[in-house]
């Protein structure tokens, strides 16, 4: 009995091992943050992000603009600069802000939607072939009892948190 249990001991050390190598290679072929920046590429420059919506929230540019600079310093080895002469140039603009009827009830507005669209214009200073535009849109949901202003005082965060997000791998992810 004694040999049996050191036996089963072993076997189950083995399958461990295996499992815990199997693991190792495979986050070795795929990260969840998978940020590429070719060593070449050392500065960037974040416009500030206009805002070209009919409807203008005027808190949404300063704070998504900051946002993104937060971002891309915090979480890129790239150096934040404001000149022309930066490798990653990226500029944009808030191209829609605006609210729909998302659900009804009682042939009532339940619930409504705030969508928010933002034009990138992504110039690589090194290599033109990967300039791009692009637009990001996500969209909110809120309770059709508040106000826009109150709808806007709760979802920022998420607002700016969602949208960041987005741009910054649309930017600097391999997909």
């Not at 890129?76 to 802000?97: C, K, M, N, Q, V």
């Not at 214009?121 to 300039?131: L, S, T």
């Not at 637009?135 to 109150?150: E, G, H, K, P, Y």
Request: aromatic share 10%.
């Amino acid at each position: 009995m004694n040999k049996s249990f050191a036996r089963i001991i072993k076997q189950t050390g083995l399958v461990l091992t295996s499992l815990l190598v199997c693991a190792f290679l495979f986050s070795a072929c795929y990260t969840f943050k998978d940020i590429s920046i070719p060593p070449e590429i050392k500065t960037a420059r974040i416009n500030y992000l206009d805002n070209h919506a009919r409807y203008i929230n005027p808190q949404l540019s300063p704070q998504l603009t900051d946002a993104l600079r937060q971002k891309i310093n915090n979480q890129t080895r790239l150096t934040l600069i404001t000149s022309d002469e930066a490798d990653f140039d990226i500029a944009g603009f808030i191209s829609d802000y605006s609210v729909t009827t998302s659900g009804i009830s009682n042939q009532q507005a339940a619930s409504n939607r705030l969508n928010v669209s933002v034009h990138i214009i992504f110039k690589n200073r090194k290599d033109e072939k990967k300039n791009f535009e692009a637009d990001v849109t996500r969209n909110f949901d809120f309770n059709a009892s508040l106000s826009l202003q109150q709808a806007e005082t709760q979802l920022m965060p998420d607002i700016l948190k969602n949208l960041t997000d987005e741009i910054f791998n649309r930017i600097f992810s391999n997909w």
